[in-house]
């Protein structure tokens, strides 16, 4: 497994600017219908223990994953593990930084076309508008979190994203890969932890419906552009690239792949 996320690491920081760009774009639309699908799920649920609606989002939340793992796409919070193939000396920083920026620049774009086009659907209206209702509370509480509160529940969420991911790579069927994603991914959806690309639909998603009478006789005011980037997906982000990166990637490169006993080879400068 660690030897596959070091392989793919670097498969991954090679390749191509346009193709990388347009695999996340998927990506990013992946998670985003994921997340639309847990916003309809858990509307109107008042009458549903707390936890239970909760399990439910997380279960449905987890097509998002799925797509990304069986289709094929590139999700910044999973490429957080392309760290492993940094550390093994394989790619350079600049490689590495390359993807990353390239993957969370096109996740954004397709969670928020895709949040626009489920808003030009009118879908906001299901239910009696308890859908919309539901994507208001949803954006809302993500936009009133506090900066340290998101940052710690960016790391504990990609800390799960990325172990869902590892897991997979032990995967010999399709079957497998699903079951791997299907937990983790319940958990942090299910624990209230911060995803920065699943963010990058709500967030959008709940401004846009904050403009129509949905909103009207609600407290929004925390619901702001800047609250949204600044306040949320600044330090989810953040907390993310840690929870991922040092505390799964880095981890597991220094128990299975750090060199002992000889010296370690030239790193790549690009």
Known sequence: MAAKASDLGAAKAELDAPRTF?????????????????????????????????????????????????????????????VMAWADRRIGLGRLLRNWGIVYAGNLVGAVATALLIFAARQYEFGDG???????????????????????LGVLCNALVCLAVWLSYAARSVTDKVLAVLF???????AGFEHSV??????PIGLLVKGTSLADGGDYTDLTWS????????????????????MVGLVYW?????????PPGDRPTV
């Open 184 to 190: 983790p991914i319940t958990a942090f959806v299910a």
């Open 198 to 203: 699943a963010n990058m639909y709500f967030l």
């Open 130 to 152: 308890a859908v919309g209702l539901n994507a208001l509370a949803i954006a809302n509480t993500k936009a009133s979190l506090g900066w340290g509160q998101a940052v710690a």
């Open 22 to 82: 347009v695999l996340a774009v998927l990506a990013g639309a992946f998670i985003a219908l994921g997340a639309m699908f847990a916003t309809v799920v858990t509307a109107g649920g008042g009458d549903v223990p707390f936890g239970i609606n909760r399990l439910a989002g997380g279960i449905v939340f987890s097509l998002g994953l799925v797509l990304v793992v069986v289709a094929g796409a590139e999700l910044f919070t999973g490429n957080n593990l392309i």
């Open 227 to 246: 609250n949204a980037v600044f306040g949320n997906l600044v330090p989810v982000t953040i907390g993310n690239v840690f929870g991922g990166a040092v």
């Open 254 to 262: 220094l128990i299975y792949r750090r060199p002992v006993g000889r």
